[in-house]
């Protein structure tokens, strides 16, 4: 009957181990969800709301879509935001400026061009503060904006709109994984 006793007493202390340890799981399962212990760092994809003003202008917001998301590290977001989110946990808000050098990037004046009228697709009237689409060599999209429009050729900002400006972020971080 004593060694029953002790099997018995095993089993239950086995049993109550099994239910602490799906507890503490849980629980620590919980916290990573409400804020807890992960925190945002390369490789890991995070799930960000965010507000970008420039010079008091609110130019792009997650507040009427969705949180962006991107892999720290990955270089789809600009250095200046990668860096000030790292070591940020669910749930916490945060407000920072990135400098025109790790946002993108100083206007290059030779960025500036004098483009033929003939080479702007047909039907388009060019006119002074004009955005258009353009492809580069690589193939990507970029907005190029018309910034005078001569006789014979218009002056072209090849610029990122955003070059040489002063970046405003208020940014929450939403998910972790």
């Not at 239950?12 to 799981?25: C, E, H, I, K, R």
């Amino acid at each position: 009957m004593k060694k029953r006793k002790v099997q018995w007493c095993a089993a239950l202390l086995m049993v109550m181990a099994g239910l602490w340890l799906f507890a503490t799981t849980s629980e620590a399962a919980g916290a990573v969800k409400k804020g807890g212990t992960l925190t945002v760092s390369e490789g890991k994809t995070v799930k960000v709301n965010y507000t970008l003003t420039v010079d008091g202008k609110v130019i792009e917001s997650s507040n009427k879509s969705q949180p962006i998301q991107f892999t720290p590290g990955s270089r789809q977001m600009i250095p200046g935001f990668e860096k000030a989110v790292m070591g940020m946990k669910v749930g916490e808000k945060k407000s920072f400026k990135v400098k025109p050098e790790e946002g993108y990037g100083k206007e290059d004046p030779r960025a500036i061009q004098n483009v033929a009228i003939n080479k702007l697709p047909a039907g388009i009237t060019p006119k002074a503060g004009m955005s258009l689409q353009a492809r580069d060599k690589n193939g990507q999209t970029r907005i190029v904006k018309i910034m005078e429009v001569r006789k014979d050729v218009v002056v072209m900002n090849f610029n990122h709109p955003l070059a040489g400006k002063t970046l405003n972020f208020d940014v929450q971080i939403v998910e972790i994984k």
